[in-house]
């Protein structure tokens, strides 16, 4: 959290505004969700959104999110959501050095970390931790392979990280062992890794 610290202001009023928007588009969606409409949140263009340069490294794909992880964040998203208001329109109130503002930013940050599961990565950060964007981590243990295994098959990956695992003991007749593959792979902070 230290590395939040060394933002200068206006950059950490870019990311408070940002995060609060998400946590306020999720607090919509649960709503609709819950009043039958279904998702509030705009479902234009193709979800992958932008992150404030100036405050963050990378994209966030918006169209994934894990519903379990939502329900259970909806009364954290709220009291973090009330906390960081004054800070909203008032980049006077925000002071890079105030502890519990970088820790209600930082909580706030981590839950919808958890909604996503992709990471939203600070400038400060980048280096010292994911950059933001997708995280594809997948383990695949069998003990015979018969037929084709793919780890991850996707259209495109426009950034983030991505670790695949398949252990077999025995690849047999007609088996074959894909760990990653894509039509195309590309975009700020992607990396990746197989075995």
Avoid: C, W
Wanted: aromatic letters at 4%.
């Amino acid at each position: 959290m230290e590395l939040l610290a060394t933002l200068g202001t206006t950059a950490l009023t870019e990311g408070i505004r940002f995060l609060f928007d998400q946590a306020r588009a999720l607090l919509d969606r649960r709503r609709g969700d819950q009043e039958g409409g279904g998702a509030a949140t705009d479902e234009s263009g193709d979800g992958v959104v932008q992150l404030p340069p100036a405050a963050f490294a990378g994209t966030l794909d918006t169209r994934r999110l894990d519903e379990e992880a939502l329900t259970e964040s909806v009364a954290a998203l709220r009291q973090l959501r009330t906390a960081l208001f004054p800070f909203i329109d008032d980049e006077d109130s925000v002071q890079p050095g105030d502890v519990e503002l970088l820790q209600r930013v930082d909580q706030l940050r981590r839950l919808l970390e958890a909604v996503y599961g992709q990471r939203i990565t600070f400038v400060t950060e980048a280096g010292e931790r994911p950059a933001s964007g997708t995280v594809i981590d997948t383990r695949i243990d069998i003990k015979e392979i018969n037929a084709e295994v793919i780890g991850v098959s996707v259209g495109r990956v426009s950034g983030g990280r991505f670790t695949t695992r398949i252990h077999g003991e025995n690849v047999g007749p007609g088996g074959r062992v894909v760990g990653f593959q894509a039509d195309s792979v590309g975009g700020p902070g992607e990396d990746g890794d197989t075995e």
